[in-house]
């Protein structure tokens, strides 16, 4: 018994191969797919250096009382902070809440020449809760000078950070202090 050899050229390999190929092309694309996919509640590596980005500027804009920058950093303070977190520290007296208040406070740190370093050594930034918030802690230390006094104070920021629904900026939506108490 022979066997006879055919010739077979590329149009009968796809005619009779096609569909096995097309299906062997589709399953290492969607495994590759499914592979690099985020993992349910993950923030992104890009989400994540703009959180920290946007968590120094806040801090900053926190601890900074230097005579020079008081004014900015009160106006960008209440465009990061949400309406009812700044009310809240306005009434608290941790953020001047009028003009009034702000105006008296820079001529207060111009008669004393004060000025302000902040250096932020750590932040750590969480996975969304169930309403999107994405919790921040950020650790540090503020250096202070002026005529009346000079110090350095460690401090501990838990940021919880959302998003403006119109602009989808970011936006700190609650802030606690967890500064150890130092003797």
Not at 4 to 26: M, N, T
Not at 38 to 65: C, M, W, Y
Not at 90 to 106: C, D, M, Y
Not at 114 to 127: F, L, M, S
């Given at each position: 018994?022979?066997?006879?050899?055919?010739?077979?050229?590329?149009?009968?390999?796809i005619?009779?191969?096609?569909?096995?190929?097309?299906?062997?092309?589709?399953?290492?694309?969607?495994?590759?797919?499914?592979?690099?996919?985020?993992?349910?509640?993950?923030?992104?590596?890009?989400?994540?250096?703009?959180?920290?980005?946007?968590?120094?500027?806040?801090?900053?804009?926190?601890l900074?009382?230097?005579?020079?920058?008081?004014?900015?950093?009160?106006?960008?303070?209440?465009?990061?902070?949400?309406?009812?977190?700044f009310?809240?520290m306005?009434?608290?007296?941790?953020?001047?809440?009028?003009?009034?208040?702000?105006?008296?406070?820079?001529?207060?740190?111009?008669?004393?020449?004060?000025?302000?370093?902040?250096?932020?050594?750590?932040?750590?930034i969480?996975?969304?809760?169930?309403r999107?918030m994405?919790?921040?802690?950020v650790?540090?230390?503020?250096?202070?000078?002026?005529?009346?006094?000079?110090?350095e104070?460690?401090?501990?920021?838990?940021?919880?950070i959302g998003?403006?629904?119109?602009?989808?900026?970011?936006?700190?939506?609650?802030?606690?202090?967890?500064?150890?108490?130092?003797?």
């Amino acid at each position: 018994m022979y066997w006879k050899v055919q010739k077979i050229g590329p149009e009968q390999l796809i005619r009779a191969y096609g569909v096995h190929i097309l299906l062997g092309v589709s399953v290492i694309i969607n495994g590759f797919l499914f592979l690099t996919m985020p993992k349910g509640n993950k923030v992104s590596s890009e989400t994540k250096q703009t959180i920290e980005a946007f968590v120094r500027d806040v801090t900053n804009h926190l601890l900074d009382t230097s005579y020079i920058n008081c004014e900015k950093n009160v106006m960008e303070l209440r465009k990061e902070l949400a309406p009812n977190l700044f009310a809240n520290m306005a009434q608290r007296k941790e953020v001047p809440g009028t003009n009034s208040e702000l105006i008296g406070l820079i001529r207060d740190m111009s008669e004393r020449k004060q000025v302000c370093a902040v250096r932020v050594d750590k932040v750590t930034i969480g996975d969304p809760d169930n309403r999107g918030m994405i919790p921040v802690e950020v650790q540090g230390v503020c250096a202070l000078h002026s005529s009346q006094d000079t110090g350095e104070t460690n401090f501990r920021f838990r940021y919880l950070i959302g998003q403006h629904a119109e602009t989808k900026a970011f936006l700190i939506a609650d802030f606690h202090d967890e500064t150890p108490v130092q003797p």
